[in-house]
T-cell receptor
Framework: GQQVMQIPQYQHVQEGEDFTTYCNSS?????IQWYKQRPGGHPVFLIQ?????EVKKQKRLTFQFGEAKKNSSLHITATQTTDVGTYFC???????????FGTGTRLTIIP | KAGVTQTPRYLIKTRGQQVTLSCSPI?????VSWYQQTPGQGLQFLFE?????QRNKGNFPGRFSGRQFSNSRSEMNVSTLELGDSALYLC???WGTGLRGTSTDSYNEQFFGPGTRLTVL
């Protein structure tokens, strides 16, 4: 079955440093979504990417979808304490409505 | 509009018992998905319902079942509870699932509820 892996599993950064999490799928994806889960909270949708090579930005967050539509990345510039949480990618398969969530990257900010 | 609600929020059961969790989706949403979240396994897909039909099922034993009602509300049931079933159970609703073609289409954006924290003793 489809597997979606994320690296790293954990990341500790000083406030103001950049952060990147990578998502890799075992199969070609139709789309990829990104979610953020704050400690004690539930996942909240951030963005969806559909096109090969697509890049989208939300303020300090940059999302990329690979050319082969098998990988994606989320990059945060100049992290802030509000960025703390676990970031999940979720891949959609062709012909199947199921979203497969990645293993998540837990971001901790050192003030 | 009101978000996704889940009841109960917390539940303590003993091994061998059964449990039913409820999820009320956002009004108008027809798809409800259920996930199990544990520290070691992340978010594991249980099943997805659309218009009262189960369209997808994850790799969980038959002790895990669910259903969806005509008003899109959904329930999941776990029978013969085991210690390893202790987890946060999240439901998520969306207009539907599957891609409709554009990055700006919110059709399959999942809105999660607060979850039910199940502890099995």
């Amino acid at each position: 079955g489809q597997q979606v892996m994320q690296i790293p599993q954990y990341q500790h950064v000083q406030e103001g440093e950049d952060f990147t999490t990578y998502c890799n799928s075992s199969t070609t994806l139709s789309n990829i979504q990104w979610y953020k889960q704050r400690p004690g909270g539930h996942p909240v949708f951030l963005i969806q990417l559909v096109k090969s090579g697509e890049v989208k930005k939300q303020k300090r967050l940059t999302f990329q979808f690979g050319e082969a539509k098998k990988n994606s990345s989320l990059h945060i510039t100049a992290t802030q304490t509000t960025d703390v949480g676990t970031y999940f990618c979720a891949g959609g398969a062709f012909g199947n409505e199921k979203l497969t969530f990645g293993t998540g990257t837990r971001l901790t900010i050192i003030p | 509009k009101a978000g996704v609600t889940q009841t109960p929020r917390y539940l303590i059961k003993t091994r061998g018992q059964q449990v039913t969790l409820s999820c009320s989706p956002i009004s108008g949403h027809r798809s409800v998905s259920w996930y199990q979240q544990t520290p070691g396994q992340g978010l594991q897909f249980l099943f997805e319902y659309f218009s009262e039909t189960q369209r997808n099922k994850g790799n969980f034993p038959g002790r895990f079942s669910g259903r969806q009602f005509s008003n899109s509300r959904s329930e999941m049931n776990v029978s013969t509870l085991e210690l390893g079933d202790s987890a946060l159970y999240l439901c998520a609703s969306s207009w539907g699932t599957g891609l409709r073609g554009t990055s700006t289409d919110s059709y399959n954006e999942q809105f999660f509820g607060p979850g039910t924290r199940l502890t099995v003793l």
